[in-house]
């Protein structure tokens, strides 16, 4: 079973109360996180976990807290940068950082390369960023 330990601040996750958000140091992680519990979670580690901050081990459970729409923001220019660095890692790096690939294309596709990875580059200073977001149409 997964351990875990310095179990911190729980409170619900959402306005049902079905869902708890705690802090809690996974060991296989290494340091302290935000976690979010669900009931139909079926690792007996976060069942455990759920129980004990259900019988209040871990003390009272916070209120819900809804989310700023600064937080919101947060989130979702978070995932548009992880979907951007994931582009170009696995789809314009390997194409434009490889010589032989590069030397291989003609000076209109490289060109076609180069102002794609700019274009990914600069999506977050779109308007209407992060929430919405035009993508750049790969060569």
Known sequence: MIEYSQVESPRWANAEQTQIMVQVNWDVVGHQQWTCLVPDDNE????????????????EIGDYIPPTQEHLD????????????????????????????????????????????TALLNITDQEGFPHNVTWPTKP
């Open 44 to 59: 007996p580690h976060v069942q455990a976990l759920m129980s004990e901050i259900l019988n209040g081990v871990y003390g």
């Open 74 to 117: 947060a989130l979702a220019a978070e995932d548009v940068r992880a979907t951007r660095a994931a582009i170009l890692l696995y789809e314009v790096d390997p194409i434009v950082s490889n010589p032989l690939r590069w030397a291989d294309m003609t000076t209109e596709q490289q060109n076609a390369w180069a102002s794609y990875r």
